[in-house]
């Protein structure tokens, strides 16, 4: 890192900067138009802040009114989800069925991050927590798209910034949308001969709309089972139960009355589910969250894709064609395409 | 003037000089495929923005592009696109020409790349729940093939038998059903795209790291890229549908009733709330199918006289909308239409669950019969455009979206200012747990054709800022294309300078779409 860009940076910030052992810069910006100095500091100077810098916005730390009618709260980058699911708690309202340590993120990492910023919805899908974002261009140009449940206005630009682990914009605050909090919870086991049909089985069940807030898989006996956790008021439970049931036999599945085995636990993965298959053919157990028809987050898998930052991309060479154009960093995020 | 004009072919400007060069280098690549003839031109010179007819029955031509190319493989699509790009030629994408707001106007002519003739549809893949399909198969066609599979995309736009999956991606289409199965954004796995570098660009299926490019893509109207492909999330054909209409006192008390359906986690395939005055003329449809006779085959009375007489009658109705306006504000009362699909227990727990809620809030129940008569004519508003505009009016809608909370604050002021300039009329729709869309429907008639045309601009500028000032988005599922283009710079503000960004990305030289989403 430039040496007039760290003499900048201590001099505008005073003690929220300081310089971590491995060279990299460590940033507590007090608020919003500090946030934007930094990074115009580090545009200035030609230096891509993700790479040169941990950018800590623990300051950001506000939570807005909940609007009851739409269900929606303003949050700052520092929260973490864990905090914004207790305030929207007292309104019958959750930011949705989430991983543990996606709770425990602070929205910044939960949206920039490798979690994308996506939670589960009905139907099997998933869809971005927030509704609209305020972030900071790599240039320090402020950013901040409307709030609407769905839009045909342009290409959906948050998406640049959802996973983009800061090259095209650091969030600042953001519009979230609630979901209604479950009544009850409900757990049900079933077994299936083998993984792929239970794979199967839960693919259809999401599809067909069953509130599944998380799972546990695991082989036993020669027998895949699968363990869910339902949510929502009685009747939808008892819904859900009845489409559970149908669907399981489908798929040559019947309800159990085992017990799995205490959660697996370790780093969380991101698994298509296919490769949940393959963990429970090769003996594995799971707990899987943030289920879609795509893929889920799961717990105690050897494979899927790491939830850590600095993970190859995909389809490398657009992004360094849209590092380049974006006003980002000059050279190519050192990320991208390995 | 008669409904039907005759458009002169010496209206067409000849194609440009580097044009023919294209034509003739294309021509000997794929024989047969290209086209420089004036009505070929003429017919890919629009969509069915309703200002490209009120200027058809002026006898003038939108501007047309240079040529139209129907490429059969994504490598043809790859190699037009670079062809075009060496010669700084335009390049308009086109599907089925359903838009409604100018998507496809040549403002800079160019090449029409008619995308149709990419139509293949994959099998699909029963554990994943996916359909692999190129981007040219018309609407109804791809949901035929998928229900002869078993399986349903749960994509029903009105213009289903004449738009295609490429044009659904690039204007971020929704359909009917789209309360239970989602916008087509929420549909793709992945897309395949020609970008307008001339480069193919696949996206990533999950799990894959970095922000998700297919959403980049998505809605940008052949500004970016053509699509020529993409993986689609299916679900399996529903065995069963239960159908409820139910009546409400007013506005207020429906939205409140759908609101707190998506409250409840009820996700109902059709929610459909119509205003007072919409209510009125859905109330009055019978859910009967008549033939329409072509226009050629129609007797003289019904081809001549009966226009004629509406001709006459148009102005002193639809020209005097601030009355009817007026007159249409005392009526209250309103129908919502709830569709559920799916297995057939949970349907029908779905429905009765709704109906406890609806009667809940304080809605009569109407039986199926409102929502069966919905579902039968549930296409036919794309064919009561051409009445009006062959009784001398013109006719069209506005889709919007917002949360729950600023939802009739929207209705309220879109209404108030669009009350001088056209009838409106407006149905509540593609609701969400946060918000719904809005769907206004103006009519209008009045003075002559440049007066008429001079009201649908300024009933539009007060449209829009009436719902943009109100908190609603540009657009829900029309898109943006040349109408919408200036209110969505001003919805972006400096979010405008990432659109620009993906635009160098992806279209360096600017030859794709020129003009549209005001790029």
New interface residues.
């Given amino acids: 890192m430039n040496d007039a860009l760290k003499l900048a940076l201590e001099g505008q910030l005073g003690p929220r900067f300081r310089l971590l052992p491995d060279g990299r810069a460590w940033l507590a910006p007090a608020g919003d138009a500090e946030l934007r100095m930094v990074v115009t500091q580090f545009h200035r100077f030609g230096e891509p802040l993700f790479a040169h810098a941990e950018l800590y916005r623990a300051a950001l730390g506000g939570i807005g009114r909940v609007e009851p009618a739409s269900g929606v709260v303003e949050a700052d980058a520092g929260v973490t989800l864990a905090a914004i699911d207790r305030a929207a708690e007292p309104h019958g309202l959750t930011v949705g069925a989430l991983s543990p340590k996606a709770y425990a993120l602070e929205l910044a990492a939960f949206l920039e991050g490798p979690y994308q910023g996506l939670r589960p919805v009905l139907g099997g899908r998933l869809e971005p927590v927030c509704l609209a974002l305020e972030a900071v261009l790599p240039d320090g140009i402020p950013f901040a798209s409307k709030p609407s449940p769905r839009s045909a206005a342009g290409p959906d630009l948050d998406a640049l910034i959802l996973g983009g682990e800061g090259r095209f914009g650091w969030v600042s605050r953001a519009t979230l949308r609630l979901l209604p909090r479950p009544e009850l919870t409900r757990r049900v086991v079933y077994s299936f001969p083998d993984g792929a049909l239970l794979a199967r089985a839960a693919r259809r069940l999401l599809s067909a709309g069953c509130h599944v807030r998380c799972a546990w898989a695991q082989q036993r006996g020669g027998r895949a089972l699968l363990e869910l956790e339902l949510g929502g008021n009685a009747e939808c439970i008892e819904r859900d139960l009845s489409t559970c049931s149908n669907e399981t036999a489908e798929a040559g599945g019947r309800a159990s009355g085992q017990v799995l085995d205490d959660a697996p636990t370790g780093e969380e993965r991101e698994l298509s589910w296919p490769e949940v298959v393959r963990e429970l053919e090769l003996g594995g157990r799971v707990a899987l969250f943030r289920l879609s028809t795509e893929a889920v987050v799961a717990i105690g898998a050897a494979r899927g894709r790491r939830l850590v930052n600095g993970q190859a991309w995909a389809s490398a060479g657009a992004w360094e064609v849209l590092a380049a154009t974006l006003g980002g960093p000059a050279s190519a995020p050192s990320g991208v395409g390995e | 003037m008669s409904p039907l004009t005759s458009i002169s072919t010496r209206q067409v400007p000849p194609p440009s000089a580097r044009a023919i060069e294209a034509a003739d280098a294309l021509g000997q690549r794929y024989p047969g495929r290209v086209s420089t003839r004036e009505y070929d031109r003429i017919s890919y010179a629009r969509d069915l923005w309703p200002k490209a007819l009120l200027w058809i029955r002026q006898g003038r031509i939108p501007p047309p592009p240079d040529l139209v190319v129907w490429p059969k493989t994504e490598a043809e699509v790859a190699q037009i696109i670079g062809i075009a790009r060496e010669r700084g030629l335009p390049v308009i994408p086109y599907g089925a020409g359903s838009g409604v707001c100018g998507g496809v106007w040549a403002i800079h002519g160019g090449i029409a790349l008619d995308l149709k003739k990419l139509e293949r549809v994959g099998a699909v893949d ?4 996916t359909v692999e399909a190129e981007s040219g198969v018309i609407g109804e066609v791809l949901e035929r093939n998928l229900n002869q599979q078993g399986y349903t995309l749960g994509h029903f736009p009105s213009s289903i038998y004449m738009s295609t999956l490429g044009g659904w991606l690039a ?4 359909g009917q059903l789209s309360n ?4 087509i ?2 549909m793709v ?1 992945s897309v395949r795209a020609v970008t307008g570098r001339g ?1 193919v ?13 297919a ?7 052949g500004t ?1 890229c053509a699509f020529t492909q993409a993986k689609l ?1 299916v ?2 054909y529903p065995e069963h549908r239960a159908f409820r209409g139910f009546k409400f006192k007013d506005v207020a008390h429906g939205v409140e009733a759908v ?1 707190q359906l998506y ?3 009820l ?1 109902p395939a059709v929610v459909r709330l119509y205003d007072p005055f919409d209510t009125a003329i859905v109330g009055r449809s019978h859910g009967e199918h008549h033939a329409r006779t072509a226009p050629s085959l129609r007797t003289a009375f019904r081809a001549d006289v009966v226009p004629q007489l509406l001709r006459q009658l148009t102005p002193r109705t639809l020209g005097k909308p601030r009355f009817f306006n007026r007159v249409t504000s005392l009526m209250r009362s309103c129908l919502l239409v709830l569709v559920f699909e ?2 057939l ?2 349907t029908q ?2 429905e009765e ?1 709704a109906r406890e809620t609806c009667r809940r809030m304080g809605g009569s129940d109407e039986g199926e019969a409102p929502a069966r008569r919905w579902m039968e004519t549930r296409y036919d508003v794309s064919f009561k455009m051409s009445p009006v505009l062959d009784a001398g009016g013109f006719a069209d809608t506005m889709e919007v ?6 939802v009739l604050d929207v209705y309220h002021r879109v209404r108030e200012a669009v009350a001088p300039w056209a009838f409106v009329l407006c149905h509540f729709s ?1 609701a ?6 809005l769907y206004f429907s103006f009519a209008a008639s009045g003075g002559s054709e440049a007066e008429q045309e001079a009201r649908y601009d300024a009933l539009w500028r007060a449209a829009l800022g009436a719902a943009m000032s109100a ?10 294309g040349l109408l ?1 283009a200036k209110a ?1 710079l001003e ?5 405008r ?3 620009q ?2 635009k ?3 279209d360096p030289d600017g030859i794709m779409n020129p003009g549209k ?1 005001g790029l």
């Fill in positions: 029963p554990d994943a729940l204007a971020r289409s929704a239970k199965y989602g916008k954004e929420d796995r480069e660009l696949a996206t990533p299926e999950r799990p894959f790291s970095g922000p998700d490019l959403q980049l893509l998505l809605g940008s109207e970016l999330a679900h399996p609101r409250r409840e986690g996700r799916g297995e227990r949970r727990r779905e669950a979206a917002t949360t729950w909370d600023k593609h969400y747990v946060e918000g719904c869309s908190g609603a988005t540009v657009s829900h599922h029309h898109g943006v919408k969505l919805e972006l503000g400096d979010g300078r990432v659109l960004g993906l160098r990305a992806f989403l």
